[in-house]
């Protein structure tokens, strides 16, 4: 007798791989979002709930610590990407310091805030709930990394526990215990600090060891190796794409893009940036803005950043000990005549002695 089809046999129905579930389940609800990681790289996402990890060594050059700090923007653009700061790692320009300078020039100074840049670090780490994904990297801030090294710190022994260890702890004999994991809570209405309640962070021992595969892992691909940097269009393409189409940052930011400008078709200028001068950019109004050797040498290194930034320079404010020396960088690469010496301040008054008259000297 033949068998009686299933319903799985009538709509074809296959059994998927709990992979693919897993992976479905990690998509971001910003599809594009990009992040500072090579592809490939997992990421262990921290839920409103009860997190518990284990966070593993670290595995670059000479280490002072099992988090590896980084200065990076959130939030940008249409898909919410991430990028690691071009400024402070010495990659080219950084179109996040025009930015910055346009919005705070229309007043947007909680926008400019936003897209500032965060100190944030990074660690391999093990969820404890799926621990078949293997080793992931948890991108914590600054708050919960502080919560987790103080609750390091035993109080009753008042020995510090090594998190990060592979290895069970030397000076701890209790039989089984092989490590210890990392459990916090993140609180989804919480703010600032509050998100992630100190007295709610714990180091606790446990007894399942540590796989010689996820070491392996970790050492093929230090963290460092696993970052990337987005160039100067790309960011500023993306930025640009999450703003209104009226948005006067449009008509500013644009062009500085040059031929790969793709918002030219968009841009709705408004008439009062048509008659106005903005941001030194030439419009059909007015000539691109004239610098001079007296007014660059007057400017602080936040003005002289700005410039460099809108002039497409290589040039780093940290790369100079003075505003001088600065100006006069940027003073010969746009080919600005340059006085000869640095000026000589004015001479200090003479002082005078008690009953007011001039001080020997």
């Given amino acids: 007798m033949p068998r009686k089809k299933s319903l799985s046999d009538v709509i074809g129905y296959r059994t998927r791989s709990v992979d693919l579930d897993r992976k479905a389940a990690s998509e971001s609800a910003y ?9 490939g790289i997992k990421v262990y996402k921290i839920v409103d709930r009860v997190n518990t990890i284990k966070i593993l060594p670290p595995t670059w050059e000479n280490p002072e610590h099992w988090s590896y700090a980084v200065k990076m923007h959130f939030g940008i653009g249409q ?27 229309h007043g947007r100074d909680e926008e400019a805030k936003q897209v500032g840049e965060s100190k944030r670090y990074l660690a391999y780490v093990i969820d404890r709930d799926n621990p078949d994904d293997g080793p992931q990297i948890v ?31 030397p000076s701890d004999n209790e039989e089984g215990i092989v490590g210890y994991d990392v459990s916090f809570f993140k609180d989804k209405n919480g703010v600032g600090q509050g998100m992630y309640p100190g007295e709610r962070v714990d180091v606790i021992e446990h007894t ?8 392996e892992y970790i050492i093929a691909n230090p963290i460092p190796d696993v970052l990337v940097f987005s160039t100067y269009e790309d960011i500023l393409t993306d930025y640009l794409g999450g703003l209104d189409g009226d948005d006067p940052l449009l008509a500013e930011l ?3 893009l040059g031929d790969n400008n793709p918002f030219t078709s968009q841009i709705i200028v408004p008439s009062s940036a048509r008659k106005t001068h903005v941001l030194g950019v030439a419009t059909e109004k007015k000539p691109r803005k004239v610098y001079t050797y007296e007014a660059l040498v007057k400017m602080s290194m936040s003005e002289l950043a700005e410039v460099a930034a809108f002039e497409k320079l290589d040039l780093m404010s940290d790369e100079f000990p003075d505003e001088f020396s600065f100006a006069s960088a940027i003073c010969d690469e746009l080919g600005i005549v340059v006085e000869a010496t640095k000026p000589v301040p004015p001479p200090f008054p003479k002082l005078k ?9």
């Fill in 254 to 256: 644009g062009p500085l």
């Fill in 353 to 361: 002695n008690k009953v007011g008259q001039p001080a020997r000297t």
């Fill in 139 to 169: 991108n914590l801030p600054y708050t919960l990394r502080q919560a987790i090294i103080t609750r390091s710190f035993d109080r009753k022994s008042g020995r510090y526990l090594t998190i990060d260890c592979p290895d069970s702890d």
């Fill in 79 to 105: 898909h919410y990407s991430q990028y690691l700061s071009l400024r402070e790692y010495h990659k080219g320009r950084d179109p996040f310091l025009e930015i910055r300078a346009a919005l705070k020039r």
């Fill in 208 to 215: 399942a060891p540590v796989e010689v595969e996820w070491l």
């Fill in 31 to 39: 599809s594009g979002m990009r992040t500072i990681f090579r592809d």
